[in-house]
């Protein structure tokens, strides 16, 4: 699977947008982004995926590159909420289903700051 | 809405005890997994099930066993529980899709403490 990379640490304001990048350089055609995040003492909770287009869903947007190199992942309008961390990977595409597990690097600490 | 529920949120167990975790999925999904999750290790996968009565080794099979009798069960067993298998234990479970992705939802963690 491809690598990511991501910020140690942001904040963002209570209210504002917090937009969270990801450097996924080395990314195949057959990889979808996919993010999750991690409230502490928490499972996992999963956001949103996408393969090339931009996603939206109830919770978050998800902005990839033309060239599907990064991604940004934005929460419209943080709460304190959202305080977590925040994982971003890559998994390849599977034909006729299958699973395999999943696997986090270090993530971004987003703070949300009231 | 998904739904994955594990049967506690804290354990204390003692060395040699042999200890069960069960999780349960409400989503018809057709893959459930076992992870644990530790400081600078991250997630690491110890069983998955593809299917009723079916299941895989993962990354760190050694001291767990699992069992899957119905599809909205997976249990985790500790045949003799070790203070290095003290961890928080997440269970994930995920659709077998014609459209090839694999989005795996979580139960709350269960946190095990082996003395």
């Known amino acids: 699977d491809a690598k990511t990379t991501q910020p140690t640490s942001m904040d963002c304001a209570e209210g504002r947008a917090a937009n969270l990048p990801c450097n996924h350089s080395t990314i195949s055609g057959n990889e979808y982004v996919y993010w999750y995040r991690q409230i502490h003492s928490q499972g996992p909770q999963y956001i949103i995926h996408g393969l090339k287009n931009n996603e939206t869903n109830e919770m978050a947007s998800l902005i990839i590159t033309e060239d599907r190199k990064s991604s940004t992942l934005i929460l419209p309008h943080a709460t304190l909420r959202d305080t977590a961390v925040y994982y971003c990977?890559?998994?390849?595409?599977?034909?006729?289903?299958?699973?395999?597990?999943?696997?986090f690097g270090k993530g971004t600490h987003l703070i949300i700051q009231p | 809405d998904v739904k994955v529920t594990q049967s506690s949120r804290y354990l204390v167990k003692r060395t040699g005890e042999k200890v069960f975790l069960e999780c349960v999925q409400d989503?018809?999904?057709?893959?459930m997994f076992w992870y644990r999750q530790d400081p600078g290790l991250g997630l690491r996968l110890i069983y998955f099930s593809y299917d009723v009565k079916m299941k895989e080794k993962g990354d760190i099979p050694e001291g767990y066993s699992v069992s899957r009798e119905k599809k909205e069960r997976f249990s985790l067993i500790l045949e003799s529980a070790s203070t290095n298998q003290t961890s928080m234990y997440l269970c994930a479970s995920s659709l077998t899709s014609g459209l090839s992705t694999d989005t795996q939802y979580f139960g709350p963690g269960t946190r095990l403490t082996v003395l």
């Open positions: 989503m018809d999904h057709e893959n």
């Open positions: 990977i890559v998994r390849p595409k599977k034909s006729g289903g299958g699973a395999d597990g999943l696997t």
